[in-house]
């Protein structure tokens, strides 16, 4: 059994990891996701795959994140015919995001276009993949349900345990009888792995019985907030900003996965407790298509989320909420005079419908912009949570006299105790190496040490290098 990380491998995006393993009949080759690699000199440059795509035989998606599922149109266009393994869930997620994707390369393509004549520039921004290329994707989809153990062939057997992080998004157990072997070797990969309690979501499983593990380590290293609650940091920003005076609570969120979250934590408070119910606006046409989503996948939701609709109905909807997709009813929000709050994408403010609204009330002193993820260096949202006091939007220089606040506690991410919680509550005497993927250098090398300590082997592999497991 080999193992080669391709992707994530010391930096966060790209997920692509790809394991051989030697049976009977020859070499058989299973990818474990195929993501895209936004780190990357080039978005086209993810199409240059250092594997010939139509040698793998199976690929096994964890989750529909694009760094983990955005590159798969790629893959198949140039060859792979096999099946792509995923929960129910994760299909129509990816079906989503990966059309959205689409979107994204033809408005930049365009945008270009209209900057430049020159051949160079428009081959530059060529779209990585059209819509014709993830329709045909989708065709190779295989939908699994978790814990349920799905035979590939008399030596290779395959279980998806959830992980929470996102709707459907599960580790994957891989047990393999090689040639001339008389056990089965296991190999968990956990994708991304969420958070207990988390809102909607269900509670990361325990990891199975494995001989080795692939684990994401984002968080290493970071802890998140502690001492408080959800209901109270979101309480506290709705009375301060939208009751004790007129003003807006805008917060950017990604439209999947975050934004759902955030939609059902607002209708259990306002359910719960006695506040004035503001007018809530969720501004994001993928928004509203990806809570159709978890709708239809109700049943992958949380005990918690089950018990809010049996009582309650609808998880994503409640008075004074207003879904939007029409780009009129987007720009008649960023003008409106009421107390509201205003939900939509990109989290980052990295493009997207946020920009309207931050063009319209960054320098509103009875504004507050609550961002509730991560923001990478060089992101408009970074430099305004590092306290940057003019900034430009839409081609234009503007001061900044909105509040700036952020709250981690709705992060899908395990931090570093939970990670180490996590891979701990695998069998320890049967785990003989953790190798950590998706996460900055300094987050493994700290959540390396962590596990050293708790006298767990553990590699931060390098790109392309391959492992032997015995």
């Not at 994707?101 to 160079?120: D, P, R, T, Y």
């Not at 792995?193 to 019985?209: A, H, N, T, W």
């Not at 207003?322 to 990109?346: F, N, Q």
Request: one cysteine or more; proline letters at 4%; a negative charge.
């Amino acid at each position: 059994m080999i193992l080669t990380i391709w992707g994530a491998a010391r930096q966060v995006t790209g997920s692509m990891h790809l394991l051989e393993l030697q049976l009977e009949d020859g070499v058989y080759k299973i990818l474990i996701d195929c993501g895209l690699n936004h780190e990357a000199k080039s978005l086209l440059s993810n199409g240059n795959f250092p594997f010939d795509p139509s040698s793998i035989d199976l690929v096994i998606l964890t989750h529909a994140h694009i760094d983990h599922c955005g590159n798969l149109p790629t893959l198949v266009h140039q060859g792979f015919n096999g099946p792509i393994i995923s929960t129910h869930s994760t299909a129509d997620l990816s079906f989503l995001l990966m059309s959205d994707s689409v979107n994204i390369f033809m408005s930049k393509q365009n945008h270009e276009a209209g900057k430049s004549a020159k051949s160079k520039k428009r081959e530059k921004n060529r779209p990585l993949y059209l819509q014709k290329q993830v329709n045909e994707c989708m065709d190779h989809f295989f939908e699994l349900e978790p814990n349920k153990k799905f035979k590939v062939n008399e030596s290779i057997q395959i279980e998806l345990f959830p992980v929470g992080h996102l709707l459907g998004a599960v580790g994957a157990l891989i047990e393999v009888k090689e040639k001339g072997k008389d056990e089965f070797k296991r190999i968990f990969f956990s994708g991304d792995v969420g958070r207990k309690g988390y809102p909607i979501l269900e509670d990361p499983q325990s990891v199975p019985e494995t001989d080795y593990m692939v684990c994401e380590s984002t968080y290493g290293g970071r802890l998140h907030s502690r001492g408080t609650t959800l209901d109270e940091v979101l309480l506290n920003h709705i009375q301060k900003t939208c009751i004790d005076q007129p003003g807006k609570l805008i917060i950017p969120a990604f439209s999947v996965g975050r934004t759902q979250a955030l939609v059902y934590s607002l209708n259990r408070i306002f359910s719960k407790y006695k506040v004035p119910k503001v007018r809530v606006f969720v501004d994001s046409p993928l928004g509203v298509q990806s809570t159709e989503i978890y709708r239809k996948h109700r049943d992958r939701l949380n005990p918690e989320a089950h018990e809010f609709y049996q009582k309650m109905g609808d998880e994503f909807e409640f008075d004074n909420l207003v879904y939007t997709e029409e780009v009129a009813e987007s720009k008649r929000i960023s003008t409106y005079m009421e107390p509201c709050v205003i939900i939509s994408s990109a989290g980052m403010l990295e493009g997207g419908r946020i920009q309207e609204h931050l063009y319209h009330n960054i320098s509103n002193f009875f504004c507050t912009i609550l961002f509730i993820g991560y923001c990478a260096k060089g992101t408009l949202g970074r430099k305004l949570l590092d306290g940057m006091t003019n900034v430009r939007i839409n081609q234009k220089d503007m001061d900044v006299y909105a509040k700036i606040a952020s709250t981690d506690l709705l992060s899908a991410h395990a931090d570093h105790e939970e990670l180490i919680h996590f891979i701990k509550s695998a069998p320890l005497n049967r785990l003989k190496k953790v190798f950590l993927v998706h996460g900055e250098l300094e987050c493994m090398e700290a959540l390396a040490e962590g596990l050293e300590k708790e006298s767990i082997p553990v590699v931060v592999p390098e790109r392309g290098v391959s492992y032997e497991l015995n």
